[in-house]
């Protein structure tokens, strides 16, 4: 058997409030994705915006938080080969599509055209989740754009003007849910960044998952001055945009980290008297853990505590 490996990008652009799929149409008249081999020296990121651009004319930046890997089995003159494909993400803005001399032509098409056009099974069910992606995406984006604008609609304002957003997948399985932005979030503008940071990335690879598979954010998006808490009138500010995130993503899995989160979700105050737990609500698990901060401030022995209950999470999480 023989490997090969190859890599492109899904291309959409929205018209009118519709979500438009790029396809490059074949010399058999069949629908294809931008994608193509990966060389050598390239890793799958390089050669997916590579074969974007030989393909479609097209340079693209990669949407942070998607990728779909898949596999299939062909033969060529008598060989088996297994391909494995990485596909990404991108958005344009227009329609400025330059097609190779390896297609005919190209169609941009929604999602229930593209559904009824493309013969493949299993291509079908990657098309329904990369459409269902781009639609939360956009939703988010919308959201943090409105959310971005309360520092101006409120004159008590005491917090940071910057917004931090998300980060991750935003159909992710699990969320972790922190406080608020720290002051390198602040600059860098991605949550739990740093010495906290590193400390939640070995938590969560304890209780099997990777970083780049959640969904991580904070109950109050703007960093508080002088790295004080939130008020309780901040945070109710701010409840009806994360509740709002939540209803986007809509994860199996929010993991609550510290007294602020736990306190949001749950209405409990004290995490040294409830961590671990696993609390199941609306149809979520809730999942309540030490702040990562609060693991380098105190003695080991709250750290140890920690590494307990995310090891616990492992076999709780759906």
């Known amino acids: 058997m023989?490997?090969?490996?190859?890599?492109?990008?899904?291309?959409?652009?929205?018209?009118?409030?519709?979500i438009l799929l790029l396809f490059l149409v074949r010399e058999d008249k069949r629908f294809d994705i931008p994608k193509g081999h990966i060389e050598k020296g390239e890793n799958a990121e390089q050669a997916g915006k590579r074969e974007t651009f030989e393909e479609s004319g097209l340079k693209v930046e990669f949407l942070p938080g998607f990728k779909i890997a898949y596999k299939y089995f062909f033969k060529e003159r008598g060989t088996e080969i297994l391909k494995k494909v990485s596909m990404f993400l991108a958005k344009?803005?227009?329609?400025?599509?330059?097609?190779?001399?390896?297609?005919?032509?190209?169609?941009?098409?929604?999602r229930e055209e593209a559904l009824k056009k493309i013969g493949y099974k299993n291509m079908k069910k990657i098309l329904a989740r990369v459409y269902d992606y781009i639609e939360k995406y956009e939703k988010m984006a919308e959201l943090n754009a409105e959310y971005?604008?309360?520092p101006c609609l409120n004159r008590n304002w005491d917090l940071s003007r910057t917004f931090v957003p998300g980060d991750g997948p935003v159909d992710a399985k699990t969320m972790v849910l922190g406080q608020a932005?720290?002051?390198?979030?602040d600059i860098q503008?991605?949550?739990?960044?740093?010495?906290?940071?590193?400390?939640?990335?070995?938590?969560?690879r304890l209780a099997g998952i990777k970083r780049e598979n959640v969904y991580?954010?904070?109950?109050?998006?703007?960093?508080?001055?002088?790295n004080r808490g939130p008020t309780d009138w901040e945070v109710e500010l701010c409840r009806g945009f994360l509740l709002r995130q939540i209803e986007i993503i809509n994860p199996k899995n929010i993991i609550l980290l510290g007294n602020f989160a736990c306190n949001a979700m749950l209405g409990y105050d004290k995490v040294t008297q409830n961590h671990g737990k696993v609390v199941k609500k609306e149809g979520r698990n809730f999942l309540i853990a030490f702040h990562p901060a609060m693991?380098?401030?105190?003695s080991k022995v709250v750290g140890r505590l920690m590494e307990e209950d995310f090891r616990s999470f492992k076999g709780k999480l759906e």
């Not at 330059?98 to 941009?108: D, L, N, T, V």
């Not at 932005?181 to 979030?185: H, K």
């Open 148 to 150: 971005s604008r309360l």
């Open 295 to 298: 693991a380098l401030r105190s």
């Open 181 to 185: 932005p720290g002051a390198n979030e």
């Open 216 to 226: 991580i954010t904070s109950c109050v998006q703007f960093f508080p001055p002088k």
């Open 2 to 18: 023989r490997f090969e490996y190859s890599s492109g990008a899904f291309v959409y652009r929205k018209e009118g409030g519709k």
């Open 92 to 110: 344009v803005n227009g329609d400025h599509v330059k097609i190779s001399h390896e297609h005919s032509g190209y169609k941009w098409m929604e």
């Open 189 to 204: 503008l991605k949550p739990f960044i740093g010495r906290s940071g590193k400390v939640l990335d070995r938590m969560l």
